[in-house]
Every structure is written in structure tokens, then in C-alpha cells.
């Protein structure tokens, strides 16, 4: 299919990348296939299997365990029952659970297991979803009957294990033939070491009930994927590739948006998506739009909404164009997002904006577009977002709107990159000291510590005498027992790095909006912030940082707020070093403090900064994680440092972040960086370092990794910068438009060779910030009040139908004095928070002195008050 209104920004496309279209690879049924799984085939139309089922019966049939990395909709699903379905025909007692990262997708897989159910009847087979919105009910009946039990790693974690001996789980460890893992390659990072762990410990279980478990996962494509299934697992696995499904036509284009007016300051993804989803949306052109944040997904949901509710010839807000799109993102509540899910499937909704949430399988029905707003880190990761658009045949198009990031800017030149090298390794560390520490309590608490658990937690040794000192644990014949608290496996997140869990709560009507944990909650509900959900603003008006709420109340202003952040870093211990022509770089633990001091406001629709204001709140978090610094030789460090304008040492740690992240396929949720100074004993400074840290606690082998790679490293950072095609220096090499690429380039060459410091240096003028002009001066207020008002009015400022209450103002010195009718209001406006909030739109767009205040003036009224009171009194009689 073609988009007509791509031709509006053509001049934007850059590059097109074409896939052609894959035939069919069909098998014969296997001949260990039973007739009446034969039979319930053909009765679904089904008479050859893909050569990728055909595998995955074969090698299931023969015990393997099996990972398959075949394309999205390639029948992956039906890989999978077909083997656990035979293995259920012939034994009834078999048990297979299925687990999938997210419970909406659990419930929309569902959906491809009840022909399967309905065929065979209950009497043969049954199934159900075990999560937390399963009733009691339902529970007790799939404890006792379902053959196939679809869950999460959560309720693994917390529900099944924990209570494997009681409510009947014993009955599933022991008859536990099959364990399915579906979207293998979202078990990455932190969530992957966590589940390695899971399973470990559910090995554990199972071997104590004489039970083997076959695993058979499915992957999207990855580098790695035997790697990763068996670090998961525990066990050797086999691998299928080879993709017998058909393939439709894939198109995908490369959108560079253009720079802003006359500026080297390229529009971002979010405010492009923002221009053409209402053209998509008015020639209802189904579609699915990526943002990396959740903020940029309200953004890009409001931005859009407000642009499809102002086109001209159509009433505003009522011409159900709006209700068209939708948000999809963590954070929106279980019953949100099932509607969402509900109403796409059902073709309510022309499109939706998200995060990664819905990169996995769940059905949306059919899609036209997707578009990912920014490369989303990983080509697996891109993939999969682009193949939610044609799934259900024809071609599938795609758009990737780049940012101003590296990685972007290089496939903006490099498109093929895409397609034409290989994909990335998942990596985790299912040995981080953290999360074993956390498994090894939960372990404890399910079975008995005993000598066979060394081979099973690597640093068993040294855990258990910490946890004896704690009175966790108590020696009982050469096995420790559990004697601590009754749940220690819901003292940790399997994906949460921190597990204090704040509420987001609406004061207006106490309605809990969301929860989030506490790094999230000092990144998006500080006081003051505008926080977004579902389209909708909030004004965060208080953090209680000792019940963990966050209270806001709803609020319509013309602008959103993004944090700023400070880091501190302290070496902890270093582990290992070495030297690198000119710079060291040591590996080791680190103690790494961000705090989050200001935020900044910016404009909606056009990106204008508003300014910053300063958070009272001491809002910081710790993290011992590790990390790889490289230190900054002196010649450099000094050269660098005479720069005081701007800060040339963020251009060495961006170029080096980035590389090193290119190098460790991470991304920015997996490696963080930053530069600090070590103090010696006399007190002098010594040399500044670039460090890059993982950001998890105890780390997960990322800057380990990296270390291992720290010379090519600088070598892909000094590339990086040398090769970018911008002339000074841009947001994409050195991460700031201010610094010039030449002495960036020339400090990180520094680290390798000593070389005379570039003698001109273009300092940058300050960025131009281009904020709209205030059409307002203050002296002439209050004749042009009126026009004021309507102004607020075609801005939909907050506080414009109070501002339309006031038919007078008067301008004595540096205040502005209100005229309002009535003491109450009086004291009602100049409340503090009210004060402000009136004080800052007035500022916003009137040129006001310096010390600008407003007052307020009660002019002469007749007063209902007593007529109220007589009122009051007979409706309360």
C-alpha cells in the first residue's frame, strides 16, 4: 500500500529500505504425529505445516529443548501447542505452563488456544490464565485441571514457587512436562538476570518433585538466542531459524526531520509524529506510533489530539476525531489498557501512540503503519515494532523518524545497516550479587538449603553466613532452614530497580492514577511537574516522600516539564586496570548519587523552553553499581578545563557513552555516564575521568563487557566524531549543538597520542532560544486587558474563564491590581499557590518588572450574604 500523505514531506524521506516478499516453506505432517491431532488440523483448513512447525514437533517429540527465532506471526504459537497438545493426548496428567512477559499478552494468546480447547472438549484438554486479576475460583480449578496454565514471570516469582508445596501447585510441579517461554529476547538486562534466577530456583523445585521439565522458547531475532536460552534455563538447547511462513513486502522509510528555521536545531521525532498523525488519522489510515518515554508518548498523544480538535470547519472537540487515537503505556491501569486493546482489535481506534509495550504479539487487528519515533536502541527491538504494521498480509510499511542521536544520524546516511549486518546479543548477568542475594532468600524459604545448591548459586558460600548472621537462616543437620520472614520473594521487582513503590493520586476525587517506583517518581511527580496520563495534564502539588504519594490535581497548561539531574560518583573498589597509550582504564564497583535539583518547562507544539525552576525537595537516588572510567591525560584535562563556557568534557563522555554502548548493544536504560574528579591526600584536584556505569544495582556486565573493549572503544568514539557529516558539531558526535567537534576530536585523539591543541576553536554563541515574543508590556495592561483576556482565551491558558470574571485591573508600580467582587475571593487569589499560578501566566506573555506582583482590589457590591445564610438555613431546617 502507499501513504498519499507522505508526498506533504517528502523532501523529509532519505532512504528507503525494500524486503521482498518470502514464499511458503510447506513439511508434510511427521509421522509421529497422532491422527487425531491430524484430524483437528484439517478441520481448521490445515493440511501441511510450515517447515519451522515441522522442526519443532520433530526435535520436542525427541526431548530437545528448543529456541525458535522465526519472524513475527509465523505461526509461532502453534510451534508450541502441537507438541504439548500430542504429549496431553496421550498422558492427561501432563502439565505445561506457559509464560508470557506481560498478562495482556497471556490474555491475547489465549485466544489462540480455544479452537485447539473447543475441538478436543475439557474432558481432554483444559487450560487457563493464572495471573493476579484470575478469580479464587478459577484458581482452585486451575491448580486441579488445566493441562495448560498461561502465566507471568511474576506469578512464577511470587505464587507458584512460594507455595509450590500447598493449594495443589505440588500436583503441577510433579506432572510438569512442558515449560513454554514465549518473547525470549525481552528477558534482557536487569528483567533477564531476575528471571534466570526464577528459574533456577524453579529447577530446584521441580527436582525435589522427580519432575524434568522440556523448555521450548520463542524469540524475536537476536545474535544470541541459544546463548540467552540457555543462560535462562540452565540447559542446552537447539535452535530453529529457518522461517518456512510466508513473508509479505516490507518498505520502510528513513524520515530525517528538517532543521528549525534558520538554527542547526533539527525538529524532533515527537513533533513530527505529532504534524502527520492528524493527517493519518483524518484519512483513517490504522496505525501505531513508538515514542522511547512515556512522557514523549503524552506529548506526542496531546500535541496531536490538539491539532485534530482545531481543524478548521469542524466544531472543537466534537468532532470525534480525537477519540480516534489513544495512548499505550506502563503506568495506565490494567482495565485502561485491556480497553485500548479492545478497541483496536475492534477498529474503534484509527491509531495509537506507545512505548514498547506493545512491540510484543498481542492482536491489534490490522495495522497500516507503525512508525518508531527514534532508533529504539536495539535493530531486534526495531523490528519488531516495524512488523506490527501488515501482519495480516499485504505489504507492511514502516517509518523511522530520526533523532538527533548517533546512531539515528548514522542510518540516516547508513540505512542499510538495518538490514545488512548483524543483530544485537541480549545480555545479562543472572550472577549479580543483587539478585542472587534476593533468589538465594526466596530459594531458602521454598526448600532447604543443601551442598547440591552451590552448583546452582555461584556465591552460595559466602551468601548463607551473611544470612545466618541476619537470623535468616539456622544450620539443621548440614541443611539451612528458612527462619526469617514468611515472604521473602516479594521483597524484590523483577523489574523495578528500586522497590519503593509510589502512588500517583488524584486529590480532586482520590482516584489512584498510576504507581511507579521511586526513580521514576523523582523523574516525573517531583512538586510542581506536569504530569501527563492519557492525554490528560496533572500539576503535581505535593511528593510525600514518607507515605510515597504524589498528589496532583487536573490542569490544562501550555506546557510540560522535564527534569535536570546532577551526578556525583565515588570509586568504591577497582578490580582491574590497565593502560591505554596515553589514559588508563580501571573496572570496578562504583557508588553513583543522581539528584534531581530543577526541572525545566517546555512548550507545547513548539519545543520554546520556558525556563527552569529550582525543587525544594532533596530528591536523589544511590546506586552501587560498576562501572569502566578512563582517565583524562593532564595535557588534555587542562586544554579542556580553559574552556569554562561550556562543558567540553560532556563531548568526551557522549562520544565515549556512545560507542561503548554501540559496542555492548545497551542502551541508554542499561548504560549510564558521566565525569568526575578524584581528590588526593594532600587535597590537590587530580585528573578528570569519563566513567560509564551499568545502571543496576551491582551492575549487569555491561561496562564489564566494555572494559574488555576499552580501546576499540575509544577508537569507535574517535571515529564517531571524525565521521559525523555536521560541520561544527552536533546533538549526534559530540551532544551539544555549543561545542565545537574539533577539540572534542582533539581530546579524545589526546588519550591515544599527544598532539598540539587546536589553536582556533569556535566558541558557539549562547543557544538562540526561540521563545515567543510577549505581545504584552505591563504599563499598558490595564487598557488592554480585554484583548489580553481573548488572547489567554486562543492559547488555552489555564486560568483564562477566572481572568473573564475580571472586567478591571490596575497597574500601580510594579503591581498589578485585580478588581474582584467579594472579601472571600480576596483571600482566595492570594493564596499562596493560586498567587503564584496567576502570577506566572501573567508573566508568561507580559513584559512585567522585575518585581512584579499582583494584589487584589474589592470593589463595591451589593452582598447576598445575609440572603444566602436565611437560604442556607431553610434548605438545612
Known amino acids: 500500500m502507499n501513504i498519499p500523505q507522505l508526498k506533504l514531506y517528502e523532501n523529509r524521506i532519505v532512504g528507503e529500505i525494500k524486503i521482498d516478499k518470502r514464499e ?288 478548521e470547519g469542524l466544531p472543537a472537540l466534537s468532532n470525534g476525531l480525537t477519540d480516534r487515537i489513544s495512548g499505550y503505556r506502563g503506568g495506565y491501569k490494567p482495565q485502561e489498557r485491556k480497553e485500548i486493546e479492545r478497541r483496536l482489535s475492534k477498529g474503534l481506534i484509527t491509531g495509537v501512540i506507545a512505548t514498547n509495550a506493545l512491540e510484543l504479539g498481542i492482536d491489534i487487528g490490522d495495522i497500516e503503519l507503525a512508525i518508531s519515533c527514534g532508533f529504539p536502541g536495539t535493530k531486534a527491538s526495531f523490528w519488531q515494532q516495524i512488523g506490527r504494521a501488515g501482519r495480516k498480509g499485504g505489504t507492511s510499511l514502516g517509518i523511522l523518524i530520526l533523532d538527533v542521536s548517533p546512531i539515528d544520524q548514522y542510518i540516516g546516511i547508513n540505512s542499510e545497516w538495518l538490514v545488512k549486518t548483524g543483530v544485537e546479543n541480549a545480555v545479562i548477568d543472572k550472577n549479580n550479587l543483587f539478585i542472587q542475594l534476593a533468589h538465594v532468600r526466596a530459594a531458602a524459604a521454598e526448600l532447604p538449603l543443601s551442598l547440591d545448591d552451590a552448583s546452582i548459586f555461584p556465591d552460595l558460600g559466602e551468601i548463607v553466613p551473611v544470612l545466618i548472621k541476619a537470623g535468616e537462616l539456622k544450620n539443621d543437620g548440614g541443611l539451612f532452614i528458612w527462619t526469617g520472614k514468611d515472604f521473602p520473594a516479594g521483597d524484590f521487582s523483577l523489574r523495578n530497580i528500586s522497590r519503593d513503590i509510589y502512588k500517583v493520586v488524584n486529590k480532586q476525587n482520590g482516584e489512584m492514577l498510576t504507581e511507579m517506583d521511586e526513580y521514576q517518581a523523582f523523574h516525573e511527580v517531583y512538586p510542581k511537574a506536569i504530569y501527563i496520563h492519557d492525554g490528560m495534564q496533572y500539576l503535581v502539588e505535593r511528593l510525600d516522600l514518607v507515605n510515597r504519594i504524589a498528589e496532583v490535581v487536573p490542569v490544562d497548561m501550555n506546557y510540560f516539564t522535564v527534569p535536570f539531574t546532577e551526578t556525583a560518583v565515588s570509586i568504591i573498589k577497582e578490580f582491574k586496570a590497565r593502560d591505554i597509550a596515553r589514559t588508563r582504564a580501571s573496572f570496578g564497583d562504583v557508588n553513583i548519587r543522581e539528584a534531581v535539583p530543577a526541572y525545566k518547562m517546555i512548550q507545547f507544539h513548539n519545543r520554546q523552553n520556558l525556563g527552569f525552576e529550582p525543587i525544594r525537595e532533596n530528591l536523589f537516588t544511590e546506586l552501587e553499581t560498576e562501572g569502566l572510567w578512563y582517565l583524562i591525560p593532564e595535557d588534555v584535562d587542562n586544554v579542556i578545563n580553559a574552556y569554562g563556557e561550556f562543558n567540553y568534557y560532556s563531548g568526551l563522555k557522549h562520544a565515549l557513552l556512545t560507542a561503548a554502548r554501540m559496542r555492548t548493544m545497551a542502551t541508554s536504560e542499561d548504560i549510564g555516564g558521566t565525569i568526575f574528579n578524584t581528590i588526593e591526600e594532600n587535597g590537590k584536584i587530580k585528573r578528570a575521568y569519563v566513567i560509564l556505569y551499568d545502571l543496576y544495582p551491582g551492575g549487569l556486565g555491561f561496562t564489564e563487557k566494555a572494559f574488555d573493549f576499552a580501546d576499540e572503544i575509544l577508537h569507535e568514539a574517535i571515529n564517531l566524531v571524525k565521521n559525523c557529516r555536521c560541520r561544527d558539531g552536533c546533538p549526534a558526535c559530540v551532544g551539544d549543538y555549543h561545542l565545537d567537534k574539533k577539540l572534542v576530536l582533539w581530546g579524545l585523539e589526546g588519550m591515544l597520542q599527544e598532539k598540539k591543541s587546536p589553536v582556533e576553536i569556535k566558541k558557539k554563541a549562547p543557544e538562540v532560544v526561540v521563545i515567543e515574543e510577549k505581545p504584552f508590556d505591563f504599563s499598558e495592561l490595564e487598557e488592554n486587558w480585554s484583548e489580553y483576556v481573548s488572547f489567554l482565551s486562543k492559547k488555552s491558558e489555564a486560568y483564562v474563564q477566572f481572568f473573564s470574571t475580571i472586567d478591571k485591573v490596575k497597574v500601580k508600580g510594579d503591581v498589578l491590581i485585580l478588581n474582584v467582587t467579594g472579601d472571600f475571593y480576596r483571600e482566595w487569589i492570594l493564596e499562596t499557590a493560586n498567587k503564584n499560578r496567576i502570577e506566572n501566566v501573567i508573566r508568561r506573555y507580559v513584559k512585567v518588572p522585575e518585581k512584579f506582583k499582583i494584589d487584589v482590589e474589592v470593589k463595591e457590591y451589593d452582598s447576598k450574604l445575609d440572603k444566602i445564610l436565611r437560604r442556607y438555613d431553610d434548605l438545612t431546617k
Not at 501441511?48 to 517429540?61: D, P
Not at 517461554?181 to 531476575?194: P, T
Not at 536460552?229 to 511462513?245: C, K, L, N, V, W
Request: glycine share 4%; proline share 6%; net charge positive.
Open 24 to 311: 511458503p516453506e510447506y513439511m508434510p505432517f511427521p509421522e509421529e504425529m497422532s491422527e487425531e491431532l491430524i484430524s483437528y488440523l484439517k478441520s481448521r483448513g490445515i493440511e501441511r505445516l510450515y517447515s519451522h512447525q515441522y522442526e519443532m514437533f520433530k526435535r520436542a517429540s525427541r526431548g530437545e529443548n528448543v529456541v525458535i527465532t522465526t519472524s513475527t506471526a509465523s505461526g509461532k504459537t502453534l510451534s508450541f501447542l502441537l507438541p504439548v497438545v500430542e504429549r496431553i493426548l496421550k498422558d492427561p496428567a501432563t502439565r505445561a505452563i506457559f509464560v508470557y512477559p506481560t498478562k495482556a499478552l497471556a490474555h491475547d494468546q489465549f485466544r489462540n488456544f480455544l479452537p485447539i480447547l473447543e475441538y478436543f472438549g475439557g474432558d481432554r484438554i483444559q487450560a487457563g490464565i493464572y495471573d493476579g486479576d484470575t478469580p479464587t475460583n478459577e484458581r482452585a480449578r486451575i491448580r486441579k485441571n488445566a493441562n495448560i496454565i498461561l502465566t507471568n514471570p511474576e506469578m512464577l516469582n511470587s505464587a507458584f514457587l512460594p507455595n509450590h508445596s500447598i493449594y495443589g501447585f505440588n500436583h503441577i510441579f510433579s506432572r510438569l512436562k512442558f515449560l513454554v517461554l514465549d518473547e525470549l529476547h525481552v528477558y534482557r538486562g536487569a528483567f533477564g538476570s531476575h528471571m534466570a534466577n526464577v528459574m533456577r530456583r524453579l529447577n530446584r523445585v521441580c527436582s525435589y518433585y522427580k519432575s524434568n521439565p522440556q523448555f521450548l522458547f520463542s524469540s524475536a531475532t537476536i545474535a544470541n538466542p541459544v546463548e540467552l536460552a540457555e543462560s535462562i534455563s540452565s540447559r542446552p538447547f537447539a535452535h530453529i531459524s529457518r522461517d518456512g511462513s510466508p513473508g509479505s513486502e516490507k518498505k520502510v522509510y528513513i524520515w530525517q526531520p528538517p532543521f528549525v528555521r534558520d538554527t542547526e536545531y533539527r525538529k524532533t521525532p515527537e513533533e513530527e509524529a505529532s504534524d502527520f498523525i492528524p493527517d493519518l488519522v483524518q484519512d483513517n489510515i490504522r496505525f501505531i506510533t513508538f515514542c522511547k518515554s512515556r512522557r514523549e508518548v503524552e506529548v506526542v498523544l496531546k500535541e496531536a489530539r490538539d491539532r485534530l480538535s482545531n481543524i
